[in-house]
């Protein structure tokens, strides 16, 4: 019998081929892009309807574009069978290309059966023709059919997989170029199925009155592409919601790390610390259990960050948190709380010695250990421990108790740990109120300046003087140096409080010299951190300069311990001064561990006895004259000044004169004074002569 073939229900066929193909592997991509397995198998099952729907739409729609000169028509139960094939050959495919693993096995298992599928349910949409005299197939055509079907299903599983990446580049296009070649493909098998068709001249179809083809294929081709189309649309856009979603989840994922975490360690931060030790609360007091906490505090940290910068800072402040969580217990928790400040929460020790253990532990090991991160620059801890119940009950108390004892081991020595302790409480708050007195000294002019008259041995005559800061708090009264200046130089604002010195002492000068009264040298204090700074001697200079003072009017005293911890570098900064004009003084020397090779090297202008030794005087007898006579020995073979400080007895001034010292300066000869007070006892010397 003779056949013939509608040209435009041939065209949409092909187009609904090559739809049925893009939205296959745009769900290929889809369905890997989700995490979830519920959402996957769900995606697997919606995609399964709407391919398998568009296949046999295809097919349909090309069985309605064939005609023969008999009425035809469509059995409905064998056409739903056809439909249910291709369904289950949809989510076959699917989930073979969108498995984890894929194999070569795999993919050709999967395309046979695929394949056979779609070649069924083509098949079967024949049978529902219910022909008769049945349909006879001619067995190449058909094999023909069978091995396309096969070929086309195992490169379609291919291409979905090798199309699956979303950030691919022009994944879109390549998508389309491979759904055409793949409409093709199952066109192609569609078409040698019914090459191999045959129909006697005399068949009839069963079902011709059973569904009418003309409204049959608009609803067909309506109810596909409605399909197809709104599962793309779903597919895109949810693509697009995944990609948002993961977005956002991967940004929510960082604010909870800079939330949680230090930033340059990695460390658990001080938010997570206190929710941490609030839960270590919790659980103590229902176990009737007890934990430390261990408040940390790098040793000479500030001194590395200043002098190598503050990446270098950086690199010890990271080297020294993975050391941390090596030398403690892997149940504990480490913590940055910021600067140079760690903590470690150590829960379920037994009793005290247990802390004493761990802070030994960390310690020892800190400074013997081997370590793999290749940073040359050890630095070690000074600990305090707070223990719960004992010393406190919440978390700021333990961390303030545990501060406070940290701050006694670091005047213990550093390098080694404290308990807290009651008495801590007064020292800590002490410390507390000088800190906040420092921070508002400057802007309410809250420091002075007193001097401190030196005088020559011989004559007595004022040889010069020693400034000496001081510092007024409303709350407090007046500060001695040796209550702020510690805490000053822990916090950094000694550089700057430095600087105020000598600003003010240049213009004390001028003043005096501006009333006619005679120019006098002063001396002033150097701390370990100016000496650090590199443009130290630059910014002296300056200050000096501004204020109209000669350089030679200013002396810098560097105590013997500060001097010799970098001796080498001290001896460039007594260079840079010595050739702008300053004078240098070694200040305490004899409590020290001076080397006298070094000695020589700083080739300053004085030496000033300890009181220590100047006391020695009285108290010693023989053996501190003894002493005090082989400095001032030292200091003249190496043509070096001497000044005696602390002279507080005239026994103390007679033996100081008898073995040739300098100058003096102690409360016997002249207490410290205002500047307007010193520049009276200047001009009382100068009527004098």
Known sequence: MQSSYNFWLVAISFAVATLASYTALDLTGRIFLLASAPRRHAWRLGGALALGVGIWSMHFVAMLAFSLPVPLGYDVATTAWSLMLAIGASYLALCVTTRTHLTAAHLLAGGVLMGLG????????????????????????????????????????????????????????????AALVMGVAISGMHYAGMAAAGFAPNAICGAANDINSTWLASLVLLFTFAILTVTLMLSRFDVRTTFLLGAVSKLNGQIVRLATLDVLTGLPNRATLTERIERAIIHARRQHSSFAVLFMDLDGFKTINDSLGHSAGDAVLSAFARRLEQCVRTSDTVARLGGDEFVVLAENLATRDDAATLATSVLERMRRGTWSDAQPLQVMPSIGIALYPHDADSVETLLQHADAAMYEAKRAGRGTYRFFERSMNEAATRTLQIQHALYEAFAHNRFSLEFQPKFHSGDASLAGAEALIRLHDPQMGTLMPLEFIPIAERSGQIVQIGYWVVRETCRRIRGWVEQGLPAMKVAINLSPRQLLQPDLVETMLEIVRNEGVACEQIMFEITETVAMQDAARTVEVIRAFQTTGFDISIDDFGTGYSSLAYLQRFRVKQLKIDRFFTNGLDTHGPEGSAIVSAIIALAHSLEMDVVAEGVETQSQLDKLRALMCDEMQGFLLGKPVNADDFGAMLRGRMMAV
Request: proline share 3%.
């Open 118 to 177: 779609i070649a069924g349910m083509h098949y079967t949409g024949m049978a529902a023709l219910r022909m008769a005299p049945a349909i006879d197939y001619q067995p190449g055509w058909f094999a023909a059919s069978i091995v396309i079907a096969i070929g086309a299903a195992t490169a379609a599983l291919w291409m979905a997989r090798a199309l699956s990446n979303e950030s691919a580049r022009h994944v879109a296009r390549k998508r389309f170029a």
